[in-house]
């Protein structure tokens, strides 16, 4: 008895992964002007590092965050948003550098240089503040959630192809022992797949980090509520937001406390 295979179904589904790819690799073009940009970026920062003046390595790396930045309103990259995050951290803005960070490492949730300067940025905090955790053990055993949205399609593509690739074979060549290698691409194509939905229709809270120093939380969206901490907030605390009001935002930090603080103080992820 023959396999019949819902030819539809699977054009429906290569047409999909067709089009995102076309679509993704016309996205990575990169203009020229901004990469001159980053160019006199470099040179900045390579000039901060040789001088020896404190307030003037401050001033060059401060010069070189600044172009850097103007750079990543136009490439995105996570090579670009690490050296951002590097020369801000010379330049003691805690807060853009864990930002640019968390910008590097949504778009290559496995790039090692942002993770690891990430970690050594996030143990810059005073210990009394909110600090993210490590991702739990179980979460660890699911490698495609490290992965980005990109490589989660590519990976589910190649998982689809291997599957389909292993029907033709047994049904070519009544080979019985192809059909069963169909599982686990198959298992592995459907885990993505549902990965994908599920943060598409239960997204998150979007993320932030606070990059004004000395900002202020307070109990309610009010300069004259009462204070949620004993002392002002240092920059470079992460947060997930909970609610938008006018000019405030309601935030819950790491420790599941909660607060409300003007959206001046905040970059949103």
Same mark, same amino acid.
Request: overall charge positive.
């Given at each position: 008895?023959?396999?019949?295979?819902?030819?539809?179904?699977?054009?429906?589904?290569?047409? !999909?992964?067709?089009?995102?790819?076309?679509?993704?690799?016309?996205?990575?073009?990169? =203009?020229?002007?901004? /990469?001159? +940009?980053?160019?006199?970026?470099?040179?900045?920062?390579?000039?901060?590092?040789?001088?020896? *003046?404190?307030?003037?390595?401050?001033?060059?790396?401060?010069?070189?965050?600044?172009?850097? %930045?103007?750079?990543? /309103?136009? +490439?995105?990259?996570?090579?670009?948003?690490?050296?951002?995050?590097?020369?801000?951290? /010379?330049?003691?803005?805690?807060?853009?550098?864990?930002?640019?960070?968390?910008?590097?490492?949504?778009?290559?949730?496995?790039?090692?240089?942002?993770?690891?300067?990430?970690? !050594?940025?996030?143990?810059?905090?005073?210990?009394?503040?909110?600090?993210?955790?490590?991702?739990?053990?179980? !979460?660890?055993?699911?490698?495609?959630?490290?992965?980005?949205?990109?490589?989660? !399609?590519?990976?589910?593509?190649? %998982?689809?192809?291997?599957?389909?690739?292993?029907?033709?074979? %047994?049904?070519?060549?009544?080979?019985?022992?192809?059909?069963?290698?169909?599982?686990?691409?198959?298992?592995?194509?459907?885990?993505?797949?549902?990965?994908?939905?599920?943060?598409?229709?239960?997204?998150?809270?979007?993320?932030?980090? +606070?990059?004004?120093?000395?900002?202020?939380?307070?109990?309610? *969206?009010?300069?004259?509520? =009462?204070?949620?901490? %004993?002392?002002?907030?240092?920059?470079?605390?992460?947060?997930? +937001?909970?609610?938008?009001? *006018?000019?405030?935002?309601?935030?819950?930090?790491?420790? /599941?406390? *909660?607060?409300?603080?003007?959206?001046?103080?905040?970059?949103?992820?």
């Amino acid at each position: 008895m023959r396999l019949l295979l819902p030819r539809s179904f699977f054009q429906i589904l290569l047409f !999909h992964y067709i089009l995102f790819f076309t679509l993704n690799i016309n996205a990575q073009t990169l =203009p020229s002007q901004p /990469q001159n +940009i980053v160019s006199q970026a470099i040179t900045l920062y390579t000039q901060a590092q040789n001088e020896k *003046d404190y307030a003037m390595r401050l001033n060059y790396f401060s010069q070189a965050e600044n172009l850097f %930045s103007l750079a990543a /309103q136009t +490439i995105h990259n996570p090579k670009l948003y690490t050296n951002w995050g590097n020369a801000a951290l /010379q330049a003691e803005h805690l807060g853009i550098a864990i930002y640019a960070y968390r910008k590097a490492l949504l778009l290559a949730p496995n790039h090692l240089q942002a993770q690891k300067n990430l970690l !050594h940025a996030r143990s810059l905090l005073p210990t009394w503040v909110p600090h993210k955790t490590q991702q739990n053990i179980i !979460h660890s055993f699911i490698f495609w959630e490290k992965l980005s949205n990109n490589e989660k !399609h590519w990976l589910a593509a190649l %998982s689809f192809f291997v599957c389909l690739l292993c029907i033709a074979i %047994s049904i070519r060549w009544q080979l019985t022992v192809f059909k069963g290698l169909t599982i686990l691409p198959a298992i592995l194509f459907m885990a993505i797949q549902f990965s994908i939905l599920t943060k598409f229709l239960f997204p998150p809270p979007q993320q932030a980090v +606070i990059y004004q120093n000395e900002s202020i939380a307070y109990t309610s *969206d009010s300069i004259n509520a =009462p204070h949620s901490f %004993s002392q002002p907030l240092p920059d470079g605390i992460e947060v997930s +937001i909970l609610e938008e009001r *006018d000019q405030w935002v309601h935030v819950e930090f790491t420790n /599941q406390q *909660d607060a409300w603080l003007k959206k001046v103080a905040l970059k949103i992820l």
